[in-house]
């Protein structure tokens, strides 16, 4: 964990409206800081359940929905939130033998049950400003869609070569979904997001993915997941084990090149042999190894607008 970073979170804002995508450490404060409206809250997509990606899932609503909107700056009264189903089993031990097994009755929850179990968790807290704030019930305030990709999939299969299937549409987005192989975790899905004004491909934590770089053809931006492990000096098995579900950095250029995207945005960063603040221009210079287009190696609150010839 970066101390001089938050966890990762994504805010795309299209014509006013906000649609983020996971809602890792910190990034309600984040969302605040960035000068963003609660009212404005579209929608939310979550890659996978992974605690990193989802962390400030539960303060997102606990506290951006802590009063009425007569009362302020508040999310509305339903939100859309968008992610995994259950996973329906789980793999062996990475190193082999037994483990121990939390909540055994329910080991593998989707993120209907994550929303249902936390905000019990937090009954009181909501049932005490009901009656002192005349605040809102706030489990109502999640409306959750837990997707169902239109292919044969499982835990043993996590990533089936498949095409993207729409998950969302208004009058400002259209958003596809496509499942991506982030080791042995189930389901965990990349997003696009094609608007008026442009189209970003978010790709979760993934490892290198046909489906994803199909789905990303030609977006304006790609956000993507990347880490290094040159200099590190770690045991192999733990070596192998990060590179089975991430992307190192030397090679997300290519996925960007195969992708044909004008601009590669390096977000959720994991460097494991810097023994400080990762260096952003030696990150820059391996990104950009076999592709031509430009690269970001991105940092908190950054701000990327979008906007082709002709386009509003």
Do not use: K
Not at 81 to 94: C, D, E, T, W
Not at 147 to 170: C, I, K, Q, R, Y
Not at 278 to 286: C, G, P
Request: proline letters at 6%; hydrophobic letters at 35%; a negative charge.
């Amino acid at each position: 964990m970066d101390a001089h970073r938050s966890g990762i979170s994504s805010a795309l804002v299209v014509d006013g409206a906000v649609y983020v995508v996971d809602l890792g450490r910190n990034a309600t404060t984040q969302y605040h800081v960035a000068g963003l409206d609660f009212g404005s809250l579209a929608s939310v997509f979550v890659t996978h359940l992974h605690a990193d990606h989802v962390a400030d899932y539960a303060n997102l609503f606990l506290l951006g929905g802590h009063q009425r909107p007569v009362q302020g700056d508040t999310l509305p009264d339903s939100t859309p939130v968008y992610g995994p189903g259950p996973a329906g089993g789980l793999p062996p031990a990475f190193r082999g033998g037994d483990v121990p097994t939390t909540s055994p009755e329910n080991p593998t929850p989707g993120l209907l049950s994550l929303t249902d179990s936390v905000m019990d968790g937090f009954a009181y807290h909501s049932n005490y400003f009901m009656r002192n704030s005349s605040i809102r019930e706030t489990r109502s305030l999640a409306d959750v869609h837990e997707l169902a990709p239109p292919v044969t999939s499982s835990f043993e299969d996590v990533a089936p070569d498949m095409g993207a299937f729409v998950v969302h549409e208004d009058d400002r987005v259209r958003v596809s979904a496509v499942l991506v192989p982030h080791g042995n975790a189930y389901p965990c899905y990349a997003y696009r997001f094609d608007t008026d004004h442009g189209s970003v491909t978010f790709s979760g934590d993934t490892a290198t993915s046909t489906n994803l770089e199909r789905m990303a053809r030609g977006s304006d931006v790609l956000v993507h997941e990347a880490i290094n492990v040159e200099g590190w000096n770690g045991p192999e098995s733990v070596r192998a084990h990060l590179v089975d579900g991430h992307v190192e950095v030397q090679e997300v250029g290519g996925v960007a090149q195969r992708s044909e995207v004008e601009h590669l945005v390096l977000s959720h960063l994991g460097d494991l042999a810097a023994e400080g603040d990762l260096d952003a221009q030696q990150w820059r210079r391996w990104a950009s190894r076999g592709y031509d287009g430009r690269v970001t190696v991105g940092a908190d609150l950054d701000v990327f607008t979008l906007g082709r010839p002709g386009r509003s």
